[in-house]
């Protein structure tokens, strides 16, 4: 059966109570939010729909509530903001699973200095010599306009030499931050792998940022919520990974692949096939 490509959300929105939105790539593009999304989020609260944002952003939901304010999206946008750097603070504080519960007390961080502080208060210490750590937290490029995976190779060869695993904070590998694609955490945690490094990602596609929406969305049922994203790797598998229904957004980082509005079902559908990711619907924009 060929992918349903829906003119806009509202074809849809009555077979939901909860919509999970992707932030970065179907809400804004990193300068400011893509055409008609403010009014279909608008429209969707005036018809009893719960707005949720679920970001790979490595950074806590207060800090990115403030930027994206600075994108043009106001806080009485959505209801609820989660993000893998909540997820990951939780993770280090709970000592959830074993993985967490055997790493030390003390992290090198690798990552922009907007990112610093995102472990602070949840009983670690960051150092400043890798020599020092017994972990590492990776959450994004030092400079990520003009870096490559291999302008980590001399640092991430120092971590390897004492088998240091890598908690990576943000999954994605790259973003488009206006008309430009840049690289993100997920990129050179790849690249750690590569070098033979243990890593774990903390964020979409994986499960504990969905459960997190799910117990702040209080009791919706799962058939009645549906995520919504442009990424297949990342959102349309945790998606599937959570069980709920997905609507794949052709705007975002897969635009030039696919042709935005320009492209047909049966494309989007064979994309989705190769990528092993298959959304409910699409749509060539999260509008109305």
């Known amino acids: ?3 349903p490509l829906l003119a806009g959300v509202s074809e849809i929105a009555d077979q939901y109570d909860a919509l999970i939105l992707d932030l970065w790539g179907v809400v804004h593009n990193g300068v400011e939010p893509y055409p008609g999304v403010l009014d279909c989020m608008a429209k969707l609260h005036e018809a009893g729909k719960k707005v949720v944002l679920l970001s790979n952003a490595p950074r806590q939901s207060d800090k990115v509530k403030d930027q994206v304010a600075g994108f043009g999206v106001p806080r009485e946008a959505y209801d609820v903001l989660v993000t893998s750097g909540d997820v990951t603070r939780l993770h280090v504080q709970r000592r959830d699973d074993d993985w967490h519960a055997a790493l030390g007390q003390k992290y090198f961080h690798v990552g922009p200095d907007r990112d610093h502080g995102l472990l602070h208060g949840t ?5 400043k010599d890798m020599a020092d750590a017994d972990f590492v937290l990776t959450s994004g490029l030092y400079d990520d306009e003009v870096d490559t995976e291999a302008d ?4 991430f060869a120092k971590a390897r030499s004492r088998n ?7 999954p994605d590998l790259s973003v488009m931050r206006g008309t430009k694609m840049v690289l993100c955490a997920g990129s050179i945690a790849a690249h750690y792998e590569k070098m033979g490094g243990e890593v774990r990602y903390n964020g979409k596609p994986y499960p504990p940022g969905y459960e997190l929406c799910f117990e702040r969305l209080g009791g919706i049922e799962k058939s009645r919520i549906i995520g919504v994203g442009d990424s297949f790797r990342t959102d349309i598998a945790g998606a599937n990974n959570v069980g709920i ?9 897969h635009a030039e692949e696919l042709g935005g509005d320009q492209q047909d079902a049966v494309k989007i559908e064979a994309a989705a096939i190769k990528a092993g990711h298959m959304p409910t619907a699409a749509v060539a924009g999260f509008y109305w």
């Open 152 to 155: 980590y190779d001399e640092i």
């Open 123 to 127: 009983g670690v210490d960051e150092v």
């Open 164 to 170: 240091l695993p890598m908690i990576c904070a943000n």
């Open 245 to 253: 229904a997905s609507l794949f957004v052709l705007s975002g980082i």
């Open 1 to 3: 059966m060929t992918l």
